[in-house]
């Protein structure tokens, strides 16, 4: 059964980190990804804060398929780059620094320890997500 949350746009809310996830918020991760998808037409990343749950748990589009991260961790950044981002639980855009490849560190479905790289939009989408995590809001 597919479960689709309101978005919280609560500025104080999503400026609280958020705290580890473990096993017992598997279905928060498949609530985030219902709800991301049934906002794919204006948003493609999500932070479980975003859906009222202060967890460390996020979602993104990487290039067309749906990923869902666990206790995800920003390693390593390279190539700093000013841009602007918007987000479905704020209006407008904010000007924000981001890196053009990252090394993350994060627990997949079965929380087996995972270390990736991502570059491009793809890496834009997860900085954007982690700072929900740590409740930066942009």
């Known amino acids: 059964m597919q479960v689709i949350r309101p978005i919280m746009r609560d ?9 580890e996830a473990t096993l017992a ?10 709800t991301l ?6 948003c493609v990343g999500m932070g479980a804060n975003m859906i009222g749950v202060r967890k460390r748990v996020i979602v993104f589009d990487d290039e067309g398929t749906r990923r869902l991260m666990f206790n995800p961790e920003l390693v390593k ?14 209006t407008g855009k904010r000007p924000t620094k981001r890196f053009k490849r990252i090394e993350v560190s994060y627990q997949d479905e ?10 491009g939009w793809t890496a834009q989408i997860i ?10 809001v942009i």
């Open 110 to 119: 079965a929380f087996k320890p995972c270390k990736e790289t991502f570059t």
């Open 11 to 19: 500025p104080m809310f999503l400026g609280l980190p958020c705290q």
């Open 127 to 136: 900085q954007h997500e982690i700072d929900h995590c740590n409740g930066i």
């Open 77 to 90: 950044g390279y190539g700093p780059y000013d841009t602007e981002e918007g987000c479905l639980s704020l």
């Open 25 to 34: 918020d598997l279905q928060v991760g498949q609530d985030l990804l219902d």
């Open 37 to 42: 998808a049934a906002h794919a037409h204006e």
